[in-house]
């Protein structure tokens, strides 16, 4: 039973009447972001409100230019809303400084780039190693640890070699891992498997499925990959700056379409409503 209908669920309140409400993970309210270059502004997210629970799977779709990206950044304390507040485990980023935000980043966050931004003069193992040594851990232990998830995600015969050295899909695969390594309770990611083959994606999902399972991790994932879409517990489309919940009839008349056409086209919303 996935978190939502656990909430929603009348029996199991029933049955345990003083099981706790889900721990909310990640939380906005009233988010706007608001680009100025020049004398134009672009807004690009417009009171947007979102809650993720621990140990859920959220999928954001939408338009090239709709601001995915935007709101990831905003969610992993990157980048700083225009107004509105952005909650990560309890604590409201705003009230945080620029070391807090990062210390919080590196406790509970793991964040997948769109463009994966690994260190170009560091091995494969040591972008890996980097958040395990930034959290305190010591240097034989970040390695093993590290060297086994490069081998989950297939690199387990690149671990010495550069960036510059891998190809595309492997780039992202050492970011994939770097973000997984520490077991953050959320992953934001960006397009994760985007540049991936199939079979390639394929594992990847399994090791976040895996990773939810065993340690309730959420997940807050931007894809076009609509099969893996549909495995999540929620799917949510952004358009006009805020986020739509795409129910199972829509999910099901996008997947017949297919996500871009759907994208482009705009979905019909018969029983569309903000989070
Ligand atoms: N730093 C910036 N300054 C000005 N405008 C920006 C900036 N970053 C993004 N934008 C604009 O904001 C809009 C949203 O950009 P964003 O990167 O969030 O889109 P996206 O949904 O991730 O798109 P894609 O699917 O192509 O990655 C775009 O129109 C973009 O041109
Ligand atoms: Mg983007």
């Not at 990831?72 to 952005?86: A, F, K, Q, Y």
């Not at 980097?130 to 989950?152: F, Q, T, Y």
């Amino acid at each position: 039973m996935s978190m939502r209908e656990l909430r929603q669920s009348p029996t199991a309140q029933m049955v345990s009447p003083d099981m706790q409400e889900p721990e909310l993970m990640l939380e906005c309210r009233q988010l706007c972001k608001v680009y100025t270059q020049g004398p134009e502004r672009v807004e690009v997210l417009r009171n947007l409100n979102l809650r993720v629970y621990a140990g859920e799977r959220v999928a954001i779709v939408g338009a090239s230019g709709s601001g995915k990206t935007t709101l990831l950044n905003l969610l992993g304390g990157l980048d700083l809303p225009s107004s509105g507040e952005v909650m990560i485990a309890g604590l409201n980023l705003a009230s945080l400084n620029e070391a807090q935000r990062g210390r919080m980043r590196n406790r509970n966050l793991g964040f997948v780039y769109q463009f994966h931004h690994l260190l170009g003069e560091f091995s494969a193992l040591e972008n890996v190693s980097m958040p395990l040594l930034i959290a305190g851990n010591d240097v034989r232990r970040s390695a093993s640890r590290a060297a086994a998830i490069l081998e989950r995600v297939g690199l387990g015969h690149r671990l010495e070699h550069k960036p510059s050295e891998l190809s595309g899909g492997e780039r992202q695969r050492v970011a994939i891992a770097r973000a997984l390594v520490t077991e953050p309770r959320c992953v934001l990611l960006d397009e994760p498997t985007g540049n991936l083959d199939r079979h390639t994606a394929r594992e990847i999902h399994a090791l976040m499925a895996e990773l939810n399972t065993q340690l309730a991790t959420s997940f807050v994932v931007v894809t076009h990959d609509e099969e893996f879409a549909r495995s999540l517990d929620r799917v949510l489309l952004l358009r006009n700056g805020q986020l739509e919940e795409l129910d199972a009839a829509t999910r099901a008349a996008i997947a017949a379409r297919g996500l871009a056409a759907s994208l482009v086209e705009a979905p019909v919303q018969d029983a569309a409503h903000g989070e």
